[in-house]
């Protein structure tokens, strides 16, 4: 049972409305039973009755006018930006830049030079990949598949589904980082003539693709994206055939000398 | 437009939605600076100081409390800084004829003429007797009788926890209560007879 102290410490909640139901139920039963804390309640309720209202406050002269001269002469000093639009851009150009400098590049001996390669036209790799392809005595293997939009895709069949998902989906969902990418992929596929390089075929697979087939091989590279194997003619041959048996179907130009030089076979993860 | 409309133009930089809410709450801030600085000239300097920094810090105001609330934390932040620049902390602890200087306006409460005028002296003792408290009682009785704010609310305006709100009002409560019994001015009406019996 509530003591006239613990009833006397309920008050002001009470007066303020501060109590639940049941509880300003018990303080009015109290009241009607206390005239000392009944006249505490009736005392706060005359006070507030009586107490001054803010809209009958006397305002100085001028004052919205100083306070708007005040607000019109001081510019917002700092704007508190959300963090998305701060944080975000700025993750987004330190992956474009992790993203650009573990490119995969390599040429094998030659052109490490990623900043001329990335500089080369979309016109320009698209001209030298046609020369390519039309160039029987270049040497170069190239695997189209429904994948490949530098090019006007012709799928080996067996290459859709997984493969056809696409290279870019791996790559930075960053628009420009994926478009100077395509342009570094068309450029590294199309080895124009004259250039220097070392590999006679280059081949592309999916993972699903290569399967096994290179389980026992150490990757020469490998970056977020990609396996990069050397294989030399024997190899490599063994490896078309062991990938035409199991019906992926490569377009191919039979290299010059196929028992001697390397052969570059690219992998996605 | 409403409130919540014109803080978001505000936000977005207007001056002009600003100024309707400077219109809207000018009254309310300066009457709480006035009692919080106990003077109208510091209750001018910390109002426009708190609605200068209400235009400032509108940007980032996420309305997790109400405008109102908020503002009224700028209004009490503004009113401790000014004071304690002024090196008077605790000035307006004890009453001061200069602090008769500041101008009540007591309307009409539309009772005869003798209940207006007790009224009117009644108001006028309570503005003393809130002079005469200390400012931690003040402000929080301030909040609530003028601004009439949740226990919740003052103390998201005073930084406070709820607890050391309900005990300042009530000792604050108590504190204007006996200022009031002892000036003799204030006549509460009798407890009723009913409950002395029943008592």
């Known amino acids: ?80 930006l959300p963090w998305r639009k701060v944080l975000l851009p700025l993750a987004a150009c330190f992956a474009l830049v992790l993203l650009v400098r573990h490119m995969p590049l390599s040429f094998g001996g030659g052109a490490k030079d990623t900043a001329s390669v990335a500089t080369a036209s979309a016109a320009d790799t698209a001209e030298m990949a046609e020369d390519i392809q039309d160039d029987s005595d270049s040497g170069v293997m190239e695997y189209k598949s429904a994948r490949d939009t530098d090019s006007a895709p012709e799928a080996a069949p067996e290459a859709e589904g997984p493969a056809a998902q696409g290279f870019w ?80 179907a490569l377009e191919e130009s039979a290299p010059e000398d196929d028992s001697s030089g390397t052969a570059l076979v690219i992998v996605e993860k | 437009m409403r409130e919540k409309d014109w803080v978001e133009a505000a936000a977005r930089g207007d001056p002009s939605a600003f100024e309707q809410l400077v219109l809207l ?11 919080m600085c106990g003077n109208p000239e510091n209750a001018r300097e910390a109002a426009q100081e708190a609605f200068l920094a209400a235009w400032q810090g509108l940007p980032g105001f996420r309305q997790e409390a109400s405008f109102s609330t908020w ?19 605790s000035a307006a602890a004890g009453p001061s004829l200069d602090d008769e200087e500041a101008p009540l306006a007591v309307p009409d409460t539309g009772h005869g003429p003798q209940e207006a005028l007790e009224q009117r002296e009644l108001r006028q003792q309570i503005e003393a007797g809130l002079r005469a408290m200390t400012p931690e009682h003040r402000q929080v009785l301030v909040l609530r009788e003028l601004h009439q704010l949740r226990y919740d609310e003052i103390a998201r305006v005073l930084d406070l926890d709820v607890g050391t709100v309900k005990s300042r009002i009530s000792r604050g409560r108590k504190q204007l209560r006996n200022f009031l019994l002892k000036t003799g001015n204030f006549s509460p009406p009798q407890p009723s007879k009913e409950a002395e019996k029943e008592g």
Do not use: W
């Not at chain 1, 006679?200 to 396996?227: N, Y």
């Not at chain 2, 503002?71 to 902390?89: F, I, K, M, P, Q």
């Open chain 1, 1 to 80: 049972m509530d003591t006239h102290d613990e009833f006397a410490a309920l008050l002001d909640a009470f007066v303020d409305g501060e109590l639940s139901p049941a509880e300003a139920d018990r303080v009015r039963a109290h009241l009607a039973a206390c005239p000392a804390c009944q006249a505490y309640v009736t005392d706060a309720l005359a006070i507030r009755e009586a107490f001054p209202e803010a809209e009958d406050t006397v305002l100085p002269e001028g004052f919205t006018d100083a306070v708007m001269t005040a607000v019109r002469a001081h510019p917002r000093k700092n704007k508190v």
């Open chain 2, 25 to 35: 709450y000018e009254k309310r801030v300066y009457a709480l600076a006035l009692r």
């Open chain 2, 71 to 89: 503002l009224y934390r700028l209004t009490s932040n503004a009113c401790v800084d000014l004071l304690r620049r002024e090196g008077r902390h």
């Open chain 1, 169 to 248: 989906d791996s790559a930075s969902a960053e628009e420009d980082a994926a478009a100077d990418h395509q342009e570094l992929m068309a450029a590294q596929t199309a080895i124009g003539p004259g250039e220097a390089e070392p590999y006679f075929a280059q081949l592309r697979l999916t993972a699903e693709e290569a399967g096994d087939l290179l389980a026992d091989l150490t990757p020469v590279e490998e970056s977020e994206t990609e396996l990069r194997y050397e294989l030399d003619a024997a190899g490599y041959s063994a490896l078309t055939a062991a990938l035409a048996e199991t019906g992926i």
